[in-house]
């Protein structure tokens, strides 16, 4: 059974940081595109960052890019999310998942309007909350 286990999160005062961390187990460890998605109550879920395991190539949704990092550390099945400079609006459920997309498609983010049938694999999430 593919599981992936979200940790790491927490409340923060704006400005502040926090690392989440993503552990997947029970399938082949070979590259595969893991991303970071996050949800707020009422509204639909977004991806926040991805990255081809093994290759490395990234991508970042706008609203992230210069304060977000993902990385993978070691093993392809895990995976890190380094959030700096946090803001309030950045307050959601963060979620890790694994998906099918080709290196340069989880570069591109051209997964993003269809990430359920992109993303097979998701963990059960790990709360980030941000005040001002």
């Known amino acids: 059974q593919v599981q992936l286990v979200e940790s790491g999160g927490g409340s923060v005062q704006a400005g502040g940081s926090l690392r989440l961390s993503c552990a997947a187990s029970g399938y082949t460890y070979v590259s595969k595109c893991m991303g970071w998605f996050r949800q707020a109550p009422g509204q639909e879920r977004e991806g926040v960052a991805a990255?081809?395991?093994?290759?490395?190539?990234?991508y970042y949704a706008d609203s992230v890019k210069g304060r977000f990092t993902i990385s993978q550390a070691g093993a392809r099945n895990t995976v890190y999310l380094q959030m700096n400079s946090l803001k309030p609006d950045d307050t959601a459920m963060y979620y890790c998942a694994i998906g099918v997309p080709s290196w340069y498609d989880c570069a591109s983010g051209s997964w993003s309007a269809h990430m359920r049938a992109d993303f097979g694999y998701w963990g059960q999430g790990t709360q980030v909350t941000v005040s001002s």
């Open positions: 990255i081809y395991t093994g290759r490395g190539n990234t």
